[in-house]
């Protein structure tokens, strides 16, 4: 039996503590009570955006126009005026539910309208509506610019750093997958996706640094906590160009030339995916099969003829089966094995070492600096390995590498440092996980 009970409204008195399981909210929710204290902007988001779309459309339009009006009071003609495409009715019933939501105050003394300092909260949460163009990195742009934005004003709440890190471990997330996905068309979108998340990481990098000199100054450890955990989830991503480099360079190895056309097999299915029957790609052949086909009728008599005819024609004889060759001795020589660098030895003895005499927290400097610039530049490009999940179930030095027992932690300074070939690096730490 279907269940005939009306669904839900938005408008129902309906207290939000008994969808939960104890009869009340969740206490120990920041979040949960941060909503709770702002209960008159939820109301006049409700009251903006419930009801059929139609209705949304009219009432969001008239509210952006009325915040987009230079006067500070605002008279019913002048409204009217404005409003000139808008039926009367229908321009009433949405002022009525703008002064009921609290977003328009309605002066009876001076019969004139005043924007009341609620509608200005909730234009600018409306902003992204009011944007020409919509992109797929809309989302991670707002983010930074709320971010950086409240950065500059002293708003800047730990909430915020929080969306924006879940956002960049989403986004790392989609890449990875795109990756494994093998598929080269599939890469080159995520790749231009990915490029245009690197420029807006780059750019909001300044004030990633701000916030943390700015947490540590203020004493802020929460605030200082989140903005480098933020930093470590815009490294991550960084390590990933390098792997999209080597990921797309491997669907250009596996790529089809046909014949000596110079056309690959890119090029075909780029070609195929442009025809207007791209669903319906037999309608390509055209009148290609447009003869019938016309079957051959064979009698049983002229099967059993032409059977008799095949095994009495003359057929070559078959060659004699020669024996295998003699056996030969090899001749003496030497197996060439590529080998892995000795500077990736040279780390794993020195972790180990590390960990057989039980040290903690050791700075990153001496694991990464000796002999020349390359090799201190290698060394560094290995740290990231260290507790990879992904590389830990590799054979040899690579999963070795992954599974020390050790943890890279970059800092936001840097300084100079007494080495030969390098002058200048970033301040870091290599944690135990026996700590």
Avoid at 126 to 155: I, R, S
């Amino acid at each position: 039996m279907s269940d005939l009970r009306p669904a839900p409204t938005p408008d129902d008195p309906r207290s939000p503590d008994e969808f939960f399981r104890d009869g009340g909210g969740p206490v120990d929710s920041l979040l949960w009570w941060q909503l709770e204290r702002h209960e008159a902007l939820l109301a006049a988001q409700r009251a903006l955006f419930g009801g059929e779309a139609a209705w949304v459309r009219l009432r969001v339009w008239v509210f952006l126009e009325l915040m987009a009006l230079p006067a500070a009071r605002l008279a019913r003609d002048e409204l009217n005026r404005h409003f000139h495409h808008v039926k009367e009715d229908a321009l009433e019933t949405v002022l009525k539910r703008l002064r009921d939501a609290g977003l328009l105050h309605w002066d009876a003394s001076t019969q004139t309208y005043a924007i009341t300092p609620l509608a200005q909260q909730v234009v600018g949460m409306l902003q992204p509506l009011t944007a020409d163009t919509a992109g797929p990195d809309d989302d991670l742009a707002a983010l930074l610019a709320g971010v950086a934005g409240a950065h500059q004003l002293g708003l800047l709440e730990p909430q915020q750093l929080n969306m924006l890190q879940a956002q960049l471990a989403r986004l790392r997330e989609e890449f990875a997958d795109a990756m494994a996905s093998g598929s080269e068309f599939e890469l080159r979108r995520a790749n231009a996706r990915f490029e245009r998340a690197m420029a807006l990481v780059d750019r909001a990098s300044d004030a990633v640094k701000a916030i943390i000199e700015q947490a540590q100054a203020s004493g802020h450890a929460r605030l200082e906590r989140l903005a480098r955990d933020l930093g470590h989830a815009q490294a991550s991503l960084l390590v990933m160009a390098s792997q999209f480099n080597r990921a797309l360079q491997q669907a250009d190895r596996q790529r089809v030339t046909l014949g000596s056309t110079g056309v690959t097999t890119t090029d075909l299915r780029q070609w195929l995916q442009r025809q207007a029957g791209a669903g319906e790609l037999h309608a390509l052949l055209g009148e290609a099969l447009s003869t019938g086909v016309q079957p051959v009728i064979v009698a049983a008599q002229e099967l059993v003829d032409g059977a008799e005819a095949e095994f009495e024609r003359d057929r070559p004889k078959p060659a004699d089966v020669a024996g295998l060759p003699a056996a030969q001795a090899a001749p003496d020589g030497r197996l060439e094995v590529l080998s892995l660098p000795a500077e990736l030895g040279a780390l794993q003895a020195l972790l180990n070492g590390w960990t057989a005499e039980g040290r903690g927290v050791q700075p990153v400097a001496p694991a990464v600096l000796g002999g020349s610039y390359a090799s201190a530049a290698y060394r560094a490009q290995l740290l990231p390995l260290l507790g990879d999940p992904q590389a830990r179930h590799l054979k040899g030095a690579t999963g070795d590498m992954a599974r020390q027992p050790w943890r890279v932690r970059w800092s936001a300074e840097q300084g100079p440092v007494d080495d030969e070939t390098v002058a200048w690096m970033s301040r870091g730490e290599l944690m135990s996980d026996t700590e």
